[in-house]
């Protein structure tokens, strides 16, 4: 197994995305329409990859019925993937597009919980797998069972073999996840904020916080700001992206499309004005399509001069 780019799914999901017209809180919600995708933030990357014609494989755990669901799709979408079973079932995340608000509201389970034997085995065969990889992404809630500082041990091991990682996580995953010094990282304004337990409100305090991350060694911070765009910065650099407008029909792996833009242009050698132009174009593409789809290269590549840049 060699391919160039390995994606990480530790806490897979069969994503059901419902459309209803709008919320009645408390009263019954007639469904519109409804889909499932395979989901998870690194098999939601592999996916966008794949579509940028990029040699990528996703791995990960995976449990039951639904993680064969999840798999099976995988294989449609001609991904190689390698998943450890592990006892019990592949989470169900619930999301909810209101056509009136045009929002989407995620509910994502826990996940299966995950034997020690099953994460060893995991970690022994990404430690051979990494070898071959030139950049790894990681991404997503750890399931029950998996500790907090699993990314810092799988970090390390990519860091050791000299792949190049991206880490896309929350919370104390993150944070240990930080500590080994990845590559690149990809938090939302949320996630950043959660990790320095401050509030950001204008871009020069977002630069400042990712130049804090930017000064122990990671050489990219892609800030995600929802509707309002990003901001990437590296330790020499700071750009604001603001994307072009669209009718958000499920915002659900557009952060995911803007870490596989980022892969994307770290493979073709592009300077970092175009990468902020190209994970901006990826993530508000996907944010226009309907449940866990995400944004094609041509899309993206029409997209791109779309995108209001500006230095900070
Ligand atoms: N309503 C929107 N209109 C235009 N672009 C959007 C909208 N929502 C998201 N985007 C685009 O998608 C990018 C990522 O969005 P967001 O900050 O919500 O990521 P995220 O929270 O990591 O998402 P997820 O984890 O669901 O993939 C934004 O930087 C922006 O380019
Ligand atoms: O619960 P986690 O692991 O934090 O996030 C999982 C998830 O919300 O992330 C993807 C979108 O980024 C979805 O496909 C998936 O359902």
Redesign the pocket.
Same mark, same amino acid.
């Given at each position: 197994m060699s391919s160039k780019v390995l994606t990480i799914t530790l806490n897979p999901a069969l994503d059901k995305t419902v459309t209803i017209e709008e919320f009645v809180s408390g009263g019954l919600n007639r469904i519109k329409a409804w889909r499932t995708d395979a989901g998870g =933030?690194g098999i %939601?990357v592999a996916k966008a990859l794949k579509h940028f014609v990029v040699d990528v494989a996703s791995w990960g755990l995976t449990a039951g019925h639904q993680g064969k669901i999840v798999t099976e799709q995988l294989t449609g979408l001609g991904i190689p993937g390698f998943f450890i079973e592990t006892e019990g079932e592949t989470r169900t995340n619930l999301k909810v597009y209101v056509e009136c608000t045009?929002e989407?509201t995620?509910l994502n389970e826990a996940g299966f919980t995950v034997s020690r034997k099953a994460l060893h085995e995991f970690i022994e065969r990404y430690t051979d797998a990494v070898r071959n990889a030139s950049i790894v992404v990681l991404g997503g809630s750890l399931p029950p069972g998996v500790p907090d500082d699993t990314y810092n041990t799988l970090i390390e091991i990519a860091n050791r073999a000299g792949a190049r990682t991206v880490l @896309?996580a929350d919370g104390e995953p993150f944070r240990h996840g930080i500590e080994a010094v990845p590559y690149a990282i =990809? $938090? %939302?304004?949320?996630?950043l904020e959660a990790l320095f337990n401050e509030t950001f409100q204008t871009d020069a305090e977002i630069v400042s916080a990712a130049r804090r991350l930017t000064g122990k060694g990671i050489a990219y911070v892609s800030?995600?700001?929802? +509707?309002?765009?990003?901001i990437l910065v590296s330790e020499t650099e700071a750009v604001r +992206?603001k $994307?072009? $407008?669209?009718v958000?029909l499920s915002?659900? /792996? +557009? /952060? @995911?499309?803007?870490?596989a833009a980022l892969v994307y242009c770290l493979l073709e050698g592009k300077p970092l004005v175009e990468m902020a132009r190209w994970?901006?174009? +990826?993530?508000?593409v996907?944010?226009?399509k309907p449940g866990t789809e995400v944004c094609t290269l041509a899309e993206v590549e029409e997209k791109v001069s779309k995108?209001t840049i500006w230095p900070l």
């Open positions: =933030k %939601n045009q989407t995620e @896309d =990809k $938090p %939302n304004i949320h996630e800030v995600s700001l929802g +509707a309002e765009g990003s +992206a $994307p072009f $407008p669209i958000p915002t659900v /792996g +557009a /952060g @995911d499309s803007m870490v994970t901006s174009a +990826a993530g508000t996907t944010a226009s995108v």
